[in-house]
């Protein structure tokens, strides 16, 4: 059984910073991308950003020179710097996880509000 552990989330103003932080443990194969995926009420579920084992990063458009993400290999788990926060970004941001043969794996979410 896998489980991705995520915290950071919270209320925060428009223009300050969060980071996300998702540990992945438990029986899984090893693992390919990490990433952050966001769902604001009403919409649908958006990718925030991934990255790849060997370092490579993708990001949505919106969040691009304001969110950073990263990963600890070592301890499976990925980061999300989040700076310059805006009301758009008030979300649930649930971290994924993809192993080397496929198999998916969602975190529970964690809130992220930011006031204006």
């Known amino acids: 059984q896998v489980q991705l552990v995520e915290s950071g989330g919270g209320l925060v103003q428009a223009g300050g910073s969060l980071k996300l932080s998702c540990a992945a443990s438990g029986s899984i194969f090893s693992i390919n991308a990490m990433g952050w995926y966001r769902q604001a009420p009403g919409k649908e579920r958006e990718l925030v950003a991934t990255?790849?084992?060997?370092?490579?990063?993708n990001y949505a458009d919106s969040v691009k020179g304001r969110f950073t993400i990263s990963r600890d290999s070592h301890k499976n788990t990925v980061y999300l710097q989040m700076n310059s926060l805006k009301p758009d970004d008030t979300a649930v941001y649930y971290c994924?996880?993809?192993?080397?043969?496929?198999?998916?794996?969602w975190g529970q979410g964690t809130q992220v509000t930011v006031s204006s």
């Open positions: 990255i790849t084992t060997a370092g490579s990063t």
């Open positions: 994924h996880v993809e192993d080397m043969v496929g198999h998916a794996y």
